[in-house]
């Protein structure tokens, strides 16, 4: 991998153009730069503008002309990183990247008892899938001896037509209590607003672990009743944590049984940023 020329133009690919990743190459189109996005299936997919869309299958080109990857697919079980399975020769090769990015989860930090977490707290996932993550985020943070690698764990991620506002109009938000229990949240516009920032702000190697959450751990029922009062609705029923466990998901289930806060004050100081959307307030109105 050579080092940094500053006469080869910005080629950002995003190994994986779904929610978030359509977001960051959306954002990064938009500044400029020379972005490909990769997709299962590119007919379905709907790119952002100035966006070229390519098969994940056929992506190797792509990323091995890459200067910068965004690599945002949860990692399959037994097969690791997906884009390291499919194209691993093609980062390894790729002659003018100068960094790496892995969209992770906070998931990583396991339960802490409601207790805060930071960027430096070591992983202690409790899922299986949780664990996949943290073994793919050592997938990648091998490359970190040879050029930057941000691994950004991110809290839930909610935006324009993914957020509580579609539950609540379609009679399917869940007014869970369980005092105490917070979750951590991320517009997907400040992912974008992130991973840019990120890239510009790379050290020449190492790896960084990185912060998508915003300023405010919150309860899921604090969250529905602002929503529903934002709508002029009344917020569903509320159902003790007890009760509704007993018709969950094992999936809801599992995030239900971690509790923990995560701080991001070292990622936006590191980014030299602030989010749009501090809190889901500011996020629920920009939404609406």
């Known amino acids: 991998m050579a080092t940094q020329n500053e006469?080869?133009?910005?080629?950002?690919?995003v190994a994986g153009l779904g929610y978030s990743g359509a977001a960051v190459a959306r954002e990064a189109a938009a500044a400029g730069w020379r972005v490909t996005g990769t997709a299962r299936d590119p007919v379905r997919a709907s790119a952002p503008p100035g966006v070229e869309v390519v098969p994940f299958a056929g992506a190797g080109p792509a990323i091995a002309a890459a200067t910068h990857l965004l690599a945002t697919a949860a990692p399959g079980e037994g097969t690791g990183d997906p884009v390291l399975a499919a194209h691993g020769e093609a980062v390894r090769a790729?002659?003018?990247?100068?960094?790496?990015?892995?969209?992770?989860?906070t998931g990583v930090y396991g339960d802490h008892d409601g207790a805060w977490v930071d960027e430096r707290?070591?992983?202690?996932?409790?899922?299986?899938?949780?664990?996949r993550r943290v073994a793919a985020e050592g997938q990648w943070a091998a490359f970190a001896d040879r050029l930057p690698v941000d691994l950004f764990r991110s809290g839930g991620i909610y935006g324009p037509g993914r957020s509580v506002f579609d539950e609540l109009r379609e009679g399917a938000a869940r007014r869970t209590v369980k005092p105490g229990h917070a979750f951590s949240r991320?517009?997907?516009?400040?992912?974008?607003?992130?991973v840019l920032a990120a890239m510009g702000s790379?050290?020449?190697?190492?790896?960084?672990?990185?912060?998508?959450?915003?300023?405010?751990?919150?309860?899921?029922?604090?969250?529905?009743?602002?929503?529903?009062?934002?709508?002029?609705?009344?917020?569903?029923?509320?159902?003790?944590?007890?009760?509704a466990a007993q018709t969950m998901s094992p999936m809801a289930l599992s995030f239900w049984s971690e509790n923990r806060r995560?701080?991001?004050?070292a990622?936006?100081?590191?980014?030299?940023?602030?989010w749009r959307y501090p809190t889901y307030r500011e996020g629920l109105v920009a939404i609406l």
Do not use: C
Not at 186 to 194: E, G, S, T, Y
């Open 7 to 13: 006469a080869t133009p910005l080629r950002l690919v």
């Open 94 to 105: 790729a002659p003018d990247l100068r960094w790496i990015g892995y969209v992770s989860t």
């Open 121 to 131: 707290t070591p992983p202690t996932p409790m899922q299986d899938r949780t664990r």
């Open 186 to 194: 991320i517009h997907r516009d400040d992912i974008a607003l992130a």
């Open 202 to 243: 790379a050290a020449p190697g190492g790896r960084r672990v990185l912060h998508l959450v915003d300023d405010e751990p919150s309860e899921s029922a604090t969250v529905i009743e602002a929503a529903a009062r934002m709508l002029g609705m009344a917020p569903p029923p509320a159902i003790p944590f007890e009760e």
């Open 262 to 265: 995560v701080a991001n004050a």
């Open 267 to 274: 990622t936006k100081a590191a980014l030299g940023l602030s």
